[in-house]
């Protein structure tokens, strides 16, 4: 799977590009930083790969996933997974249902369903947690839950929002390495962006710099 951003810019309504146009080739399991300026776009670029583009803004470029463009797909079409800063899960259900949630339609049957939840609970350190209230969980067990659960749908990209930035230095460390190596063994490309230099360092992969 790759992720190409092709001479990508977003215009508000009547207004001049947020960033120069933006052009990035993501590699199967690399991990590409988007850094730049508060204010400069960062999230809307998220936004605008994903699908989930505000009216008020036209994109400019394009967004090929495996070599096809996707700028007209609808976001359901796309198959891109997002993590935000907030790894959130719904209150109202268990843990185990809320992977489930994110479970891709393929994997059909009550108990492939379950196991399929229970083999992603197991990689996250999360054995024996099916039945918890999301409550009750830490903030990076809350954040694996979230990873899993986005990966659980299958994405064909990845793209990250400053998902570490809430965390605590050791913490942010172990999430960050989970979220790569997951990214890494299951050859998605991921976007990350961040203010964190140190996030751009562990990454590993191209940086590019909105201006
Ligand atoms: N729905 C919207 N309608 C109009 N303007 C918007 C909308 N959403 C965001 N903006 C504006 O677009 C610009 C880019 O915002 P965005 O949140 O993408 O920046 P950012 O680089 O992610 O910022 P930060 O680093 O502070 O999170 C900002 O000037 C913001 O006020």
Redesign the pocket.
Known sequence: MTLDLISLSIR?QGGAP?FAPVSLCVAAGEVATVM??????????LDAIGGHL?P??TLLGDVRLNGRSVIGLPAEARRIGLMFQEALLFPHLSVGDNLAFGLAAEVKGKAARRAAVEQALLRAGLAGFYARDPATLSGGQRARAALMRTLLAKPQALLLDEPFSRLDAGLRDDIRNFVFDHARQEQIPVLL?T?DSSDADAAGGPVFN?R
Request: aromatic share 6%.
């Open positions: 508000p947020l730049g300026p508060s204010g400069i776009g960062k999230s809307t670029l505000s008020a803004f962006v203010h909105l």
